[in-house]
């Protein structure tokens, strides 16, 4: 066996480590592309939540028209317009708007979107409209004429509870 030792060279300094520049370079890619990734989280997180008010509000639709069937023909009472929809059934101001899978619809697409519900019954209980506002901007309104789209509740008292443009 051959027992000479063998002499490795290396070019350059190993002990060199990093400049300050080269350091200062990689935090700052490191910074753009984390604040890219947040922004991108962010928008991603808003449209879940858009999306869970939609389908909670296009199943506040469907069970609004089986109540109306089933309850001679009457979306609720008494008629009117409520800024907080969920308030006034559960403060006791004895308006009905749909029952319990309603509410619990409600309350949901309401903890998904960006404010209070806002519900409108029309005259008689013959029609009936509900919105919640969006993060981002804007609200989603649902009503008896099976809209759904952007818009807010309106009307109730002495007009047709319905979606107005936003």
């Known amino acids: 066996m051959n027992s000479k030792k063998r002499k490795i060279?290396?070019?350059?300094?190993?002990?060199?480590?990093?400049?300050l520049i080269e350091l200062?370079?990689?935090?700052?890619?490191?910074?753009v592309l984390s604040s890219v990734l947040l922004?991108?989280?962010s928008t991603t997180r808003n449209r879940g939540k858009i999306a869970a008010v939609q389908s909670n509000l296009s199943?506040?639709?469907?069970e609004m028209e089986l109540f109306f069937l089933n309850n001679n023909e009457s979306y609720g009472s008494p008629a009117g317009f409520y800024d907080d929809c969920l308030g006034a059934i559960d403060g006791g101001s004895g308006i009905t708007f749909g029952g319990p899978d309603i509410v619990e619809a409600l309350i949901s697409a309401g903890q998904s979107g960006n404010g209070n519900i806002v519900c409108a019954i029309g005259p008689g209980g013959d029609s009936w409209a509900a919105s919640v506002p969006l993060?981002?901007?804007?609200?989603?309104?649902?009503?008896?004429?099976?809209?759904?789209?952007?818009?807010?509740?309106?009307?109730?008292?002495?007009s047709e509870a319905v979606c107005s443009s936003s």
């Open 39 to 41: 922004v991108s989280v």
């Open 24 to 31: 200062l370079v990689v935090i700052s890619i490191i910074g």
């Open 59 to 62: 199943t506040v639709r469907s």
């Open 135 to 158: 993060y981002g901007g804007g609200s989603w309104c649902v009503s008896s004429i099976g809209f759904g789209g952007a818009g807010t509740a309106s009307g109730g008292s002495l």
């Open 9 to 19: 060279y290396f070019i350059g300094n190993l002990s060199r480590g990093l400049t």
